[in-house]
T-cell receptor, first 111, second 116 residues
């Protein structure tokens, strides 16, 4: 079973920042937080991952709380193409790992 | 770079039949994982192949089996199909973390299987 909890759905206006929260209160010290998203009828797409420091790439920013029990994925200027289901996943970066997906957050970007 | 490719894109079978799904990993990737995604649910891990052997397995019955070839491509076989096997089957590839230091998984578009 997934060890993360996310809101079922969220809405955001086009052009605004979308902030997607995730709780992972039982995360281990050697587990990373991964974010994937799945646009309708496509395979999941990797977005970003982090251990304890905030991370930023061309797609998004990841803010992890100091106690590592929660994180927020930020899409700085959401577009209609960002409408998707967003999954927050705990995982080890070393060794073979399976991704344990929960239900994710269905993010709808409104024009 | 073609990314992860899967075939076929759609498939219709009847109960009791057998099915084989195929996956070609992203160039440079040697690890292949398979996931099943039922409608409205997140993907569920079936198994992972590395160096032509099953390295990890999720909670799926023995009706689900796989194979990895020397060129790292992979097949998923499902025997004695049930109605409940209807789902999107996703293949994901990743590089061996021992060589790359990371294991981000790249997913294919999936094969949608309908069992009647």
């Amino acid at each position: 079973d997934a060890k993360t909890t996310q809101p079922t759905s969220m809405d955001c206006a086009e052009g605004r920042a979308a902030n997607l929260p995730c709780n992972h209160s039982t995360i281990s010290g050697n587990e990373y937080v991964y974010w994937y998203r799945q646009i309708h009828s496509q395979g999941p797409q990797y977005i970003i991952h982090g251990l304890k420091n905030n991370e930023t790439n061309e797609m998004a920013s990841l803010i992890i709380t100091e106690d590592r029990k929660s994180s927020t994925l930020i899409l700085p200027h959401a577009t209609l193409r960002d409408t998707a289901v967003y999954y927050c996943i705990e995982g080890l970066i070393q060794g073979a790992q399976k991704l344990v997906f929960g239900q994710g957050t269905r993010l709808t970007i409104n024009p | 770079d073609a990314g992860v490719t899967q075939s076929p894109t759609h498939l219709i079978k009847t109960r009791g039949q057998q099915v084989t799904l195929r996956c070609s990993p992203k160039s440079g990737h040697d690890t292949v994982s398979w996931y099943q995604q039922a409608l409205g649910q997140g993907p569920q891990f079936i198994f992972q192949y590395y160096e032509e052997e099953e390295r990890q397995r999720g909670n799926f019955p023995d009706r689900f089996s796989g194979h990895q070839f020397p060129n790292y491509s992979s097949e998923l076989n499902v025997n004695a199909l049930l109605l409940g096997d209807s789902a999107l089957y996703l293949c994901a590839s990743s590089p061996d973390p021992g060589t790359s230091g990371q294991e981000t998984q790249y997913f294919g578009p999936g094969t949608r299987l309908l069992v009647l």
